[in-house]
């Protein structure tokens, strides 16, 4: 018998996550997921007048994957198994899944961010979701149980996916890092990995995203550790103060408004994305923000500013979209005058974010920091850890699981070659039991 794995998306490039394989007559669909440049140079985040996706719109920008590769495979599909909330992994199924006669199985907290973009796009949507709680196995079929492993992301309820089928494990592991002192909820799942490599994987796909990148991953313990360091200064107490960082990112959110109460401010939660992430956590019991205030609509984040300058910005933290400096986002708006807040010499914006390396992600930040400059506006950066798992990471986790056989996923080409040598060091030959691929292609594991 054989395993046949095909790229889809995300192989030789940076998003548009999606991967297949087929274990005898069974074919599972892993990730289904945007190219986020192309998909934010399609539409920008925080649509003031909402303009209806559609497939073919996505498909003209190459925004979603190109999934014909496995047309012949359609009608053997037996699920869509996503990983995490992510756009780039998941963004892509309110346009997509309808192709295929398969339910979609992923976390609560996934489920609700995807159910909340099919209403919210007014989609018609009739693939069937079934939540599955990380540390919970799901029997898909007569040959093939479906289990999610816990790990640590920035965003909640990220899996290790695992299918349990007749020809052996196999393992999916993209976009997660080991973070073994989080701020919320557990630590990794490592007595099941070591459970999982005793009974031998055979496959896995694992995200290859930092792997040039040496060392550890921080934890978010060091970022709330920095981020009271910033916002208890008592040089800051006086200032208007803006945070901006990744909306899917709850962890932080929760950090960041905790220490707001700390500072005895009133914190603000402006903008779409930001709404609809911390609504998904409230409504899946991951965490609460009682006492502040949210804003999905851009009238209501009018109304809200317009009250934060009566009452003096000192009273209140502003955590905002825009950390990319998207210009439809709440802080450029703020930054171009369109909305009602006006900067003052010394206001403190702090981006709790990196700036994710795409040409338009850097064009955007350059713009929006040169405004903010010439407001004379203090502004802070890079208060920030990765949700990526570094080299070390990634070379501790194969470790652990011992699979017979791997291929990177989720890297350009600069990615990959970086984990080949990874790969090398840990005794894997290329060619062999290691696959470097790019989308299109195929690789049949006897």
């Not at 985040?45 to 497939?55: A, G």
């Not at 200032?239 to 009133?266: C, P, Y």
Request: neutral net charge; contains cysteine; glycine residues 6%.
């Amino acid at each position: 018998m054989v395993i046949t794995f095909k790229a889809v998306g995300g192989f030789g490039e940076i998003g548009r996550n999606m991967s297949a394989v087929k274990v005898n007559d069974e074919v599972f669909v892993l990730d289904m997921g945007l190219h986020m440049p192309n998909y934010i140079a399609l539409t920008e985040e925080e649509r003031e007048e909402f303009v209806p996706l559609s497939e073919s719109r996505l498909k003209k920008a190459d925004a979603i994957p190109q999934d014909k590769q496995i047309e012949d495979w359609r009608t053997d599909v037996k699920a869509i198994i996503l990983t995490h909330a992510h756009l780039d992994h998941m963004g892509a199924v309110p346009w997509l899944a309808h192709r295929y006669n398969a339910p979609i199985v992923c976390s609560p907290f996934t489920a609700n961010v995807l159910r909340t973009i099919i209403r919210d796009e007014g989609i018609d949507f009739e693939n069937k979701i079934i939540e599955l709680k990380p540390g919970k196995q799901f029997k898909i079929s007569q040959d093939t149980k479906i289990e999610f492993v816990h790990t640590t992301h920035s965003t909640p309820q990220t899996v290790i996916v695992v299918l349990h089928t007749k020809e052996g494990i196999i393992m999916y592991g993209n976009d997660y890092r080991l973070d073994d002192t989080p701020t919320l909820g557990p630590a990794p799942d490592y007595k099941r990995m070591k459970e999982l490599s005793k009974k031998g994987v055979k496959l896995l796909i694992q995200d290859c995203l930092y792997s040039c990148k040496k060392g550890h991953t921080g934890s978010e313990t060091d970022v709330k550790k920095q981020l009271k360091e910033i916002l208890l200064n008592p040089d800051n107490e006086n200032k208007g103060i803006i945070v901006t960082t990744f909306a899917s990112h709850i962890e932080r959110l929760k950090n960041i408004a905790d220490i707001g109460k700390l500072m005895n401010r009133k914190v603000y939660f402006l903008g779409r994305s930001i709404a609809k992430y911390s609504f998904a956590a409230q409504d899946c019991d991951i965490t609460n923000f009682d006492g502040i205030v949210i804003s999905k609509f851009a009238k209501q984040t009018r109304r809200y500013l317009k009250q934060v300058m009566q009452k003096g910005k000192e009273k209140s933290l502003l955590v905002v979209t825009g950390h990319q400096g998207e210009p439809k986002a709440t802080l450029s708006k703020m930054a171009n005058k369109k909305l009602p807040f006006v900067f003052d010499k010394n206001d403190l914006v702090i981006f709790s974010s990196s700036v994710i390396p795409a040409e338009i992600n850097e064009e955007n930040r350059e713009i929006l920091e040169e405004k903010l400059n010439k407001l004379d506006v203090k502004i802070i950066k890079d208060v920030h850890v990765s949700g990526h798992s570094f080299r070390e990471d990634i070379e501790k986790f194969i470790k652990i699981i011992k699979p017979k056989y791997l291929i990177p996923a989720h890297g350009d080409e600069e990615k990959t070659l970086c984990m080949s040598g990874v790969m090398e060091e840990l005794g894997f030959n290329l060619g062999e039991n290691s696959f470097i691929v790019i989308n299109g292609q195929v690789v049949n594991i006897d």
